[in-house]
């Protein structure tokens, strides 16, 4: 079963037409986007540097992930928000762009780890300063292959 | 005076061609050469026409590597800018010494504001005159300008007494004005950034 019905849809549901019709619309949710991923990318770095043992290295590490996952969770929302809006202005380049569907598929990833393994790991006191540094590294990876997908969904 | 200045800026040319067999049009474009080879603009077509301008310009890889490193290092340098500027206003990470994280995060900023001014001044270097002549570049660098302001300004005032409130939840009003400063100009610069691509008032 192909998925191009689905984003032959959205590129021509009434949102998409109107972004995509507008001469900046596209650029000003782009840069709610942008602001979006400058505070995401802030939370999930500032716990995974400390997890590295960088940065706030003498907070505890379950206090600053508390306080850091609010700021992920409300940034999430606005990435998603304005992601979902930008797609639905070019869904069908988005399906023949490889960096596309990489994007997607690491952010499935990313997002799933971020709120299963790693969010239990930062809450335990007892986690291992290796498994720590795994989990750091995994989530820099994850989060680092959607900001670059995402960003080369742009060139064509 | 007046023709000293006139000498030190080469248009002691244009006079003596007046005088000669040169027509006023001659001179005239002479003259604008001469105020044209001082003015920034004038710098950025030269910068444009350099061997390495036009490389970048025309990479198919490198120009998309270098833009990628400057959107992606908003994570690490305005990611935990933004950090500071949330304590400094009271909003998070308040059970955290507000200097504590001014010092243990200046490291990690300074790596990525020094990544963003390289990667952008090779933006610029790529596209000098019509970056130059773009709205919301001069935009941008003012804002840029006014951010270090800030930070200046902040420093030399209100962090002096910062033993005295580190651990406030709710640092005082200088610094949360700093904040607030801070993080409205910054909104502003990545916004003003992204635009630099549209030419809507050049």
Redesign the interface.
């Known amino acids: 079963m192909s998925l191009l019905p689905f984003f032959e849809f959205c590129e021509h549901s009434a949102v998409g037409e109107t972004i995509r019709n507008s ?1 900046w619309l596209f ?1 000003v949710i ?2 709610f986007h ?2 979006g ?10 716990v995974d ?1 400390r997890l590295l043992g ?6 505890p590490v379950a ?2 992930a508390k ?1 850091a996952h ?2 992920f969770m409300g940034s999430l929302i606005v990435m998603l928000i304005s992601g979902v809006l930008l797609f639905t202005s070019e869904a069908i380049k988005c399906y023949y762009h490889a960096a596309f569907w990489v994007k997607m598929t690491s952010l499935l990833l990313a997002i799933l780890f971020t709120l299963t393994i790693r969010r239990k790991v930062v809450a335990s006191d007892n986690s291992s300063p290796l498994q720590s540094k795994l989990v750091a590294l995994t989530s820099v990876t994850l989060w ?1 292959l959607v ?2 997908g995402g ?2 969904i742009g ?1 064509s | 005076m007046a023709l000293a200045l006139c000498r030190l800026l080469g248009i002691h040319r244009a006079h003596r061609e007046l005088g000669g067999v040169a027509t006023y049009t001659s001179h005239y474009r002479d003259r604008n050469r001469v105020i044209h080879k001082m003015s920034l603009i004038g710098f950025c077509e030269w910068l444009a026409n350099t061997p390495g301008s036009i490389a970048l310009h025309e990479s198919l890889w490198v120009y998309p590597i270098v833009e990628s490193v400057h959107v992606l290092t908003l994570c690490l340098f305005l990611g935990l800018t933004l950090v500071l500027d949330l304590r400094l206003l009271g909003l998070t990470f308040r059970g955290a010494r507000a200097s504590e994280i001014a010092e243990r995060l200046l490291p990690w900023t300074t790596v990525g504001f020094v990544l963003m001014l390289t990667s952008g001044s090779l933006l610029f270097y790529a596209i000098p005159v019509r970056t130059y002549q773009n709205i919301f570049f001069r935009v941008k660098v003012t804002m840029l300008i006014m951010a270090a302001l800030n930070v200046w300004v902040f420093h030399s005032t209100t962090y002096r007494t910062v033993a005295a409130w580190d651990l406030d939840p709710v640092p005082p009003k200088g610094a949360r004005v700093a904040g607030a400063v801070s993080l409205a100009l910054w909104a502003g610069i990545v916004v003003a950034g992204r635009m630099i691509a549209y030419n809507w008032f050049d």
């Open positions: 001469l650029p782009e840069s942008l602001l991923l400058a505070v995401i990318g802030g939370a999930v770095l500032l540097m960088l940065g706030l290295r003498s907070q206090q600053l306080d609010r700021w680092s900001g670059i960003r080369w060139f």
